[in-house]
């Protein structure tokens, strides 16, 4: 398909500015995609162990492990949830506090010895978090992530029409010997063709996952009475107006859990949550997984009266709603709850190569206009597509350096994470915007990134319980996967130092673009660096 060169000229520039406005905040979403693929399995890793659980046989009884914690006081034993039954280290255990109000509160339960403590951690949780720009205190980022998700769904369509006629030779046209100009742009296009279908797989769902309940509202609103019909769409139901009621007998945790085992014997129970226990609205929550059905976690619900079932919604079998199996399939598409970790390790690398395709788009545009390279906006990009590319992966390291250099017993241990991850991003983001975007700096910034990742399992070695090099003895091998992770991502990370600053693309690094003749270029290639 040819297009005209009004047609041309119209796709060229939805499909850049497109790219170049989104591109930097796509990039820390899909960066921080990486983690949230694997942020179940950085749990125990980033407690560092020294549970005397970290094996993690289940419990034999649960009630008895939670006696300390009834000790402590400030617990609504009436409202409280035991989750990470099916994981190895502590369990969690969430609660409402007696002064807490409507926020429940988190501790974690060694499931051996049941010594409460408060969680040392949660950088996973953060990481994930800000895949989809989620934060308590400001809530309506989550939307704005799925706005985003619909300007990548179109810088894709476009960028797919306007190379459509060329697909079969970006597949391989790769040209590392050529100016740098070139180069990039050809490395623009293979990861983009190899990477299209994750593209719009991430773009769509994305879109649902977030603005699927904006855009419902004005839909159902006026048939659902309240948010509790609403979540019944989903298998899910809701407590907060529900008022306790008389005083009745209740069944246990363990009691529940072995109802809902006999209920559901081929699912494996994650977590269990008591709404009014000890009263005769009692109801237990009881969430598990599926082996072998899509993306399968559930809800079963019971009377904690008599143990009847009030509701259930089984994945894969008829009593799933419609709303939840689609939920579910979105869901089990977008954080590839399927397949495995070879999958989610394929996904891994698809995310990284989209934040690849995203910042050497903002290169490709700034090499463009390299004529106009002394203007503030395109000086003023190149040096943000730095502090926001390269920036958002050293403030990672130093979250995960945080991890383990901070004292396991510092009070608020979890924000201080947090704290180091935005501190270390205003530093070293506010010292690179301060000076030119040239490639060495983009290499020595990748350079120690590199050396950051690959250091952390060494500092697991000097201060975790559990760690890649005792994974004979604590036996949890998602710990040895997490460190093996990150020292690969160093590997990768200097690889890339090493692409970016390379003796190839080191022609002209006195800037981030340098002037290429297209005296040489064939006429395919022209045509597309002649128009903008």
Same mark, same amino acid.
């Given at each position: 398909?040819?297009?005209?060169?009004?047609?041309?000229?119209?796709?060229?520039?939805?499909?850049?500015?497109?790219?170049?406005?989104?591109?930097?905040?796509?990039?820390?979403?899909?960066?921080?995609?990486?983690?949230?693929?694997?942020?179940?399995?950085?749990?125990?890793?980033?407690?560092? !162990?020294?549970?005397?659980?970290?094996?993690?046989?289940?419990?034999?009884?649960?009630?008895?492990?939670?006696?300390?914690?009834?000790?402590?006081?400030?617990?609504?034993?009436?409202?409280?949830?035991?989750?990470?039954?099916?994981?190895?280290?502590?369990?969690?255990?969430?609660?409402?506090?007696?002064?807490?109000?409507?926020?429940?509160?988190?501790?974690?339960?060694?499931?051996?010895?049941?010594?409460?403590?408060?969680?040392?951690?949660?950088?996973?949780?953060?990481?994930?978090?800000?895949?989809?720009?989620?934060?308590?205190?400001?809530?309506?980022?989550?939307?704005?992530?799925?706005?985003?998700?619909?300007?990548?769904?179109?810088?894709?369509?476009?960028?797919?029409?306007?190379?459509?006629?060329?697909?079969?030779?970006?597949?391989?046209?790769?040209?590392?010997?050529?100016?740098?100009?070139?180069?990039?742009?050809?490395?623009?296009?293979?990861? #983009?063709?190899?990477?299209?279908?994750?593209?719009?797989?991430?773009?769509?769902? !994305?879109?649902?996952?977030?603005?699927?309940?904006?855009?419902?509202?004005?839909?159902?609103?006026?048939?659902?009475?309240?948010?509790?019909?609403?979540?019944?769409?989903? !298998?899910?139901? $809701?407590?907060?107006?529900?008022?306790?009621?008389?005083?009745?007998?209740?069944?246990?945790?363990?009691?529940?859990?072995?109802?809902?085992?006999?209920?559901?014997?081929? #699912?494996?129970?994650?977590?269990?949550?008591?709404?009014?226990?000890?009263?005769?609205?009692?109801?237990?929550?009881?969430?598990?997984?599926?082996?072998?059905?899509?993306?399968?976690?559930?809800?079963?619900?019971?009377?904690?009266?008599?143990?009847? =079932?009030?509701?259930?919604?089984?994945?894969?079998?008829?009593?799933?709603?419609?709303?939840?199996? *689609?939920?579910? /399939?979105?869901?089990?598409?977008?954080?590839?709850?399927?397949?495995?970790?070879?999958?989610?390790?394929?996904?891994?690398?698809?995310?990284?190569?989209?934040?690849?395709?995203?910042?050497?788009?903002?290169? *490709?545009?700034?090499?463009? @206009?390299?004529? $106009?390279?002394?203007?503030?906006?395109?000086?003023?990009?190149?040096?943000?597509?730095?502090?926001?590319?390269?920036?958002?992966?050293?403030?990672?390291?130093?979250?995960? /350096?945080?991890?383990?250099?901070?004292?396991?017993?510092?009070?608020?241990?979890?924000?201080?994470?947090?704290?180091?991850?935005?501190?270390?991003?205003?530093?070293?983001?506010?010292?690179?915007?301060?000076?030119?975007?040239?490639? @060495?700096? /983009?290499?020595?910034?990748?350079?120690?990134?590199?050396?950051?990742?690959?250091?952390?399992?060494?500092?697991?070695?000097? @201060?975790?319980?559990?760690?890649?090099?005792? =994974?004979?003895?604590?036996?949890?091998?998602? =710990?040895? #996967?997490?460190?093996?992770?990150?020292?690969?991502? !160093?590997?990768?990370?200097?690889?890339?130092? @090493?692409?970016?600053?390379?003796?190839?693309?080191? $022609?002209?690094?006195?800037?981030?673009?340098?002037?290429?003749?297209?005296?040489?270029?064939?006429?395919?290639?022209?045509?597309?660096?002649?128009?903008?």
């Amino acid at each position: 398909m040819k297009l005209s060169r009004h047609a041309f000229t119209t796709f060229w520039d939805v499909h850049a500015w497109a790219g170049v406005v989104l591109a930097l905040v796509l990039h820390v979403m899909f960066f921080m995609g990486v983690f949230a693929l694997f942020h179940e399995d950085m749990g125990n890793w980033q407690e560092g !162990g020294g549970h005397a659980s970290v094996a993690g046989a289940p419990p034999a009884a649960l009630e008895p492990l939670l006696a300390p914690l009834w000790a402590r006081g400030d617990v609504q034993t009436h409202q409280i949830g035991v989750y990470e039954l099916d994981k190895p280290g502590p369990l969690h255990v969430l609660y409402r506090a007696t002064a807490a109000g409507p926020q429940w509160k988190e501790v974690h339960l060694d499931r051996v010895t049941g010594e409460v403590s408060e969680p040392r951690s949660q950088l996973g949780h953060f990481l994930y978090g800000l895949h989809f720009l989620w934060h308590d205190a400001v809530p309506w980022l989550y939307y704005l992530a799925g706005f985003l998700s619909v300007g990548l769904l179109l810088a894709v369509v476009t960028g797919v029409v306007l190379h459509l006629k060329d697909f079969t030779r970006q597949l391989d046209q790769l040209r590392p010997h050529a100016k740098p100009r070139v180069f990039w742009s050809d490395l623009h296009k293979v990861l #983009g063709v190899y990477s299209l279908p994750f593209q719009i797989l991430f773009a769509f769902t !994305g879109v649902l996952l977030c603005l699927g309940p904006f855009m419902a509202r004005p839909f159902v609103g006026p048939v659902f009475k309240n948010m509790a019909e609403i979540e019944s769409l989903f !298998g899910r139901q $809701r407590f907060d107006a529900v008022k306790p009621g008389q005083s009745a007998p209740s069944l246990t945790f363990d009691e529940v859990l072995e109802r809902a085992t006999k209920l559901v014997p081929d #699912g494996v129970v994650e977590g269990i949550t008591l709404y009014h226990r000890g009263f005769e609205t009692g109801v237990a929550r009881v969430v598990y997984n599926r082996p072998g059905v899509f993306g399968a976690r559930g809800n079963l619900y019971l009377s904690l009266v008599d143990g009847r =079932v009030l509701s259930s919604s089984v994945p894969g079998t008829a009593s799933e709603t419609k709303t939840s199996a *689609i939920a579910r /399939w979105l869901y089990g598409l977008h954080f590839a709850r399927f397949g495995g970790d070879a999958l989610r390790i394929l996904y891994a690398f698809a995310a990284l190569s989209v934040c690849f395709v995203l910042l050497s788009g903002n290169w *490709i545009w700034l090499a463009r @206009r390299e004529r $106009r390279r002394a203007s503030l906006a395109n000086q003023l990009l190149a040096r943000l597509t730095l502090v926001i590319g390269g920036g958002v992966v050293l403030a990672t390291v130093a979250a995960f /350096w945080a991890n383990r250099l901070l004292p396991w017993t510092l009070p608020a241990r979890a924000d201080w994470e947090q704290r180091a991850f935005f501190a270390a991003w205003l530093a070293i983001g506010t010292v690179l915007l301060l000076r030119p975007a040239t490639r @060495r700096l /983009w290499s020595q910034t990748l350079y120690a990134a590199a050396l950051g990742f690959g250091a952390i399992p060494l500092l697991s070695l000097l @201060r975790a319980h559990a760690h890649a090099f005792n =994974v004979a003895q604590h036996g949890d091998w998602s =710990v040895f #996967g997490v460190d093996v992770a990150l020292l690969f991502a !160093g590997l990768v990370l200097a690889l890339l130092a @090493r692409v970016v600053g390379g003796a190839n693309a080191a $022609r002209g690094a006195a800037s981030l673009a340098p002037q290429l003749s297209t005296a040489s270029l064939p006429p395919s290639l022209k045509e597309e660096l002649s128009h903008g």
